[in-house]
């Protein structure tokens, strides 16, 4: 089945490795040209590397947090490939903690990381969408928009308010023929949710094994996702084949948010 990404230029943060990754990988092999970007070199050379097997590929370091890095890597990739006809905005999540664990300085990375990113990400490619008249722009945040996760107040808090950003921009960039969805994944297997895991258990005085079948019990699947799984749904939202569905949050989590 063709999508529609064949030739079709993808800008993704956050995408040398984890979910950022496995979206990279589905859009590439579908055709379309990638810029990728992520605050590691070695990280980033080693994904373009890969990536490079199925499509053309551009890489830029970039710390998601800094506004200056996000426009010096939208500028490197417009002047490689002249327009952006999609967006993925992803980042690290925000450090862990209970309220009373987080400083004054916890709060203004969290924000600047996970929320403001995502504000100056659209606010540079926008531009160019509106000029072309089409665009698919791709959020990740989290199941905890939907149901609090006690240990990761920061991501509750600010992916919240992304979710609400794609929602709001929906309603306002549907004329332009701009799409903006969000993916809330569960418990996908990456590095960051292994070191949950290892918090989790920590705190509880078990094995990280042990922590991993407590959370794969309470998933419908019994199981966690891999980056392949909910690198699909990625290109699919970013793709042409999507192209009535807008302002929408998919949940990518086996079926463990219960609520309608």
């Given at each position: 089945?063709?999508?529609?990404?064949?030739?079709?230029?993808?800008?993704?943060?956050?995408?040398?490795?984890g979910i950022g990754y496995g979206i990279a990988e589905e859009v590439a092999k579908e055709g379309a040209l990638l810029s990728i970007a992520s605050r590691n070199e070695e990280d980033l050379k080693k994904?373009?590397?890969?990536?490079?097997?199925?499509?053309?590929?551009?890489?830029?370091?970039?710390?998601?947090?800094?506004?200056?890095?996000?426009?010096?890597w939208v500028k490197h990739s417009i002047s490689k490939y002249k327009t952006a006809d999609g967006l993925l905005i992803n980042a690290g999540g925000p450090k862990p903690g209970f309220f009373e664990d987080?400083?004054?300085?916890?709060?203004?990375?969290?924000?600047?990381?996970?929320?403001?990113?995502?504000?100056?990400?659209?606010?540079?490619?926008?531009?160019?969408?509106?000029?072309?008249?089409?665009?698919?722009?791709?959020?990740?945040?989290?199941?905890?928009?939907?149901?609090?996760?006690?240990?990761?107040?920061?991501?509750?808090?600010?992916?919240?308010?992304?979710?609400?950003?794609?929602?709001?921009?929906?309603?306002?960039?549907?004329?332009?023929?701009?799409?903006?969805?969000?993916?809330?994944?569960?418990?996908?297997?990456?590095?960051?949710?292994?070191?949950?895991?290892?918090?989790?258990?920590?705190?509880?005085?078990?094995?990280?094994?042990?922590?991993?079948?407590?959370?794969?019990?309470?998933?419908?699947?019994?199981?966690?996702?891999?980056?392949?799984?909910?690198?699909?749904?990625?290109?699919?939202?970013?793709?042409?084949?999507?192209?009535?569905?807008?302002?929408?949050?998919?949940?990518?989590?086996?079926?463990?948010?219960?609520?309608?």
């Open positions: 089945m063709d999508i529609g990404l064949k030739g079709k230029v993808i800008l993704l943060s956050a995408s040398s490795k994904a373009a590397e890969q990536l490079s097997r199925y499509t053309d590929v551009t890489y830029f370091v970039m710390d998601a947090s800094k506004l200056s890095d996000i426009q010096d987080l400083t004054e300085e916890d709060w203004l990375s969290g924000y600047n990381l996970t929320l403001m990113s995502s504000v100056r990400m659209i606010r540079e490619v926008l531009p160019y969408m509106k000029k072309q008249g089409k665009g698919s722009i791709l959020t990740i945040t989290s199941t905890s928009i939907k149901e609090p996760i006690d240990v990761l107040l920061l991501s509750n808090v600010f992916r919240s308010g992304v979710s609400s950003l794609v929602k709001s921009l929906s309603l306002t960039l549907g004329k332009y023929n701009i799409r903006v969805n969000n993916i809330a994944p569960g418990r996908i297997y990456t590095e960051r949710v292994k070191s949950l895991d290892i918090i989790n258990a920590t705190n509880k005085g078990i094995s990280v094994d042990e922590q991993r079948r407590i959370e794969e019990s309470q998933i419908p699947l019994l199981r966690y996702g891999s980056i392949n799984e909910i690198g699909k749904v990625g290109a699919f939202l970013l793709s042409d084949a999507s192209s009535y569905v807008t302002g929408a949050t998919i949940y990518v989590d086996g079926g463990k948010i219960r609520s309608l």
